[in-house]
Every structure is written in structure tokens, then in C-alpha cells.
């Protein structure tokens, strides 16, 4: 239900846009969050769009990466600016539920759907 592709190598500094397919209904009903995973390391959140418009990012990558989507197109995306090595992991796209009573940067929870990944490797 969830299809990334986009995933690359680039040199430090370098670019990157990534994309997720879905389905309209996914993409208007469910928070959608990027993850990645690193070899050896726990998976981690790196931005949430919740289905209000609300975004978040990790810390990490603030001011960096961008996280958006666009309905006609079925697709959520991710564009990476100023890449460093640690941002070298698998990117994976989530449809996650959305429990609006919880305070902002918390309220993306439960994840119903992932996605297979793509590589983004940054050396």
C-alpha cells in the first residue's frame, strides 16, 4: 500500500527527494511519517504531516529536510538538503494514526501501514 522510491548515494552536502505512494484515502486519513534505520541502530521518527497540516521533525534533521504531499499526485515526500554520513539508513514511509486529543509532535501514534524502504547512502 505504501511504495518508496527515490533512495540514492550522494556526497556530503549533496540532495536527495524521496517519494511514498499511496492511496488518496491514506494519504487524507492517516498522520504519514518518515522513519529510517541505520545498520545496528533502532529504528527512528524523522518527520510526521499530520492530516491537519501540523508537521514535526526530529531534531536532526530541522532545517534540513522537508517533509510534504500532494493529493493529485498520491504521493508523500521527503526532500533532504545538506546531507551528512549519519543521515546514511534506510528511509521507510508510515500511515500512522492520528489521536488529535494529544499535545503537537505527539499526536502521530500507532502505525498501520509501512512501507518496503529505500537506501539513502550520504559518503
Known amino acids: 500500500q505504501l511504495v518508496e522510491s527515490g533512495g540514492g548515494s550522494v556526497p556530503p552536502g549533496g540532495s536527495l527527494n524521496v517519494s511514498c505512494e499511496a492511496s488518496r484515502d491514506t494519504l487524507s486519513s492517516y498522520c504519514m511519517s518518515w522513519f529510517r534505520q541505520a545498520p545496528g541502530k533502532e529504528r527512528e521518527g524523522v518527520a510526521d504531516l499530520e492530516s491537519d497540516g501540523s508537521i514535526t521533525y526530529a531534531d536532526s534533521v530541522k532545517g534540513r529536510f522537508t517533509i510534504s504531499k500532494d493529493n493529485a499526485k498520491n504521493s508523500l515526500y521527503l526532500q533532504m538538503n545538506s546531507l551528512k554520513p549519519e543521515d546514511t539508513a534506510m528511509y521507510y514511509c508510515?500511515?500512522?494514526?492520528?489521536?488529535?486529543?494529544?499535545?503537537?509532535?505527539?499526536?502521530?501514534?500507532?502505525?498501520?501501514?509501512w512501507g518496503q524502504g529505500t537506501q539513502v547512502t550520504v559518503s
Open positions: 508510515a500511515a500512522r494514526t492520528r489521536q488529535w486529543w494529544l499535545p503537537a509532535g505527539q499526536r502521530c501514534t500507532s502505525t498501520s501501514y
